[in-house]
């Protein structure tokens, strides 16, 4: 079971991305965590932290688990949801 670490800034935020190819013989995964700022929310995840488990296939369509992420990332990015989030947080609120 071999784990490589990948840090990448997206949107101003340091991310590690932690892979570990076949983990249990079988299956990949990615353990994607904000770390600058720490706990920072993300389009994936409200905790700054997700393990994501993937069949090898889906992750072989791209060149790197750093692809992967960042499509994701941007992906997830263009939902109405994020969106209004960002906007949220970007205005005070009395309530």
């Known amino acids: 079971m071999e784990s490589k670490n990948y840090e990448i800034e997206w949107e101003g935020i ?3 991305i932690n ?4 983990r249990w013989g079988v299956i990949e995964h990615l353990e994607i965590r904000s770390i600058d ?3 920072a929310v993300l389009p994936i995840t409200d905790t700054g932290y997700k393990s994501h488990f993937m069949v090898d296939e889906r992750l072989n369509q791209y060149a790197s688990p750093v692809d992967y992420v960042r499509e994701w990332l941007e ?3 263009t939902k109405p949801a994020w969106k209004s989030s960002q906007e949220n947080s970007r205005q005070y609120s009395l309530f």
């Open 37 to 39: 700022p720490e706990n």
């Open 14 to 16: 340091k991310i590690s």
């Open 75 to 77: 992906f997830e990015a």
């Open 19 to 22: 892979h570990t190819h076949k």
